[in-house]
Structures are given as C-alpha cells and as structure tokens.
C-alpha cells in the first residue's frame, strides 16, 4: 500500500530570487521572539477572555474586570500581569484603584484572534463617535 503524501514537493524546485527576496524581508528575532510571546498571551482562554472585555469596554479597574469576565479578582489580577508583561495591556493608578487598557498591539492582536473587523481593532470605546 502506497501512503500518499501532500505536504511536500516531489522535485526540488527553487526559485531562488523569489526566495531570497522573502527571506531578506523576514522580521528578526528581537521582532519574532516578542510578538510570538504576545500571541502565547492570548492562548489561554482566560486571559482571552480578559483581554476581550478590555476591547469591548476599554480601560477598567480589575474588579469591573473580574465582574464581567466572571472570575474571581486575584485570577483575573494574575491574567492581567501576564497580558502586562507580554505587551498586551498597561496599568496607571487612580487613587486606590488600577486601571487596565489593552494596548495598541493588545487591540489588534485581540481583534484578530477574535476574528473581529478591522474597525473594531481600531476604535476606541472609551470615546462615542
């Protein structure tokens, strides 16, 4: 019995300006490395989750957080350090309370995990149009 393989070339077949224009235009490590530790970020379902209430309502504090996402606030303060540390989100404090927004990279990156229009990437609600 003959095993069928379609995930590779039969022949060796290179076209080597082509490749070699592509692979001078790849990103480096120090631009792979972060955005690939950005995308791990948002592999877990929870921090997904989090991040996704962050684009949907903009900047919060982490008990309107944990209130909306449905876990308790040192899990979802846990989540929200790891979105933080990844480049996800920032903090600022406001007196007694910390507030949380996704960055620019947090924005896009959730959009597209999410499969949300590009708008919704964009836009910001903390602001009405």
Known sequence: ????????????CLDLPHAEEIRTGLPGLA????AAAAARALGDPTRLTVAAALHTGGEQCVCDVSWVVGHA???????????KAAGLVTSRRDGKLVMYELTEQGRALTAAVLGLSADAATADPGREG
């Open 1 to 12: 019995m003959t095993v069928e393989r379609d995930d590779g070339c039969d022949l060796l």
């Open 31 to 34: 631009v792979v490395e972060p």
């Open 73 to 83: 606030k040192n899990l979802v303060s846990h989540h929200l350090r790891q979105l």
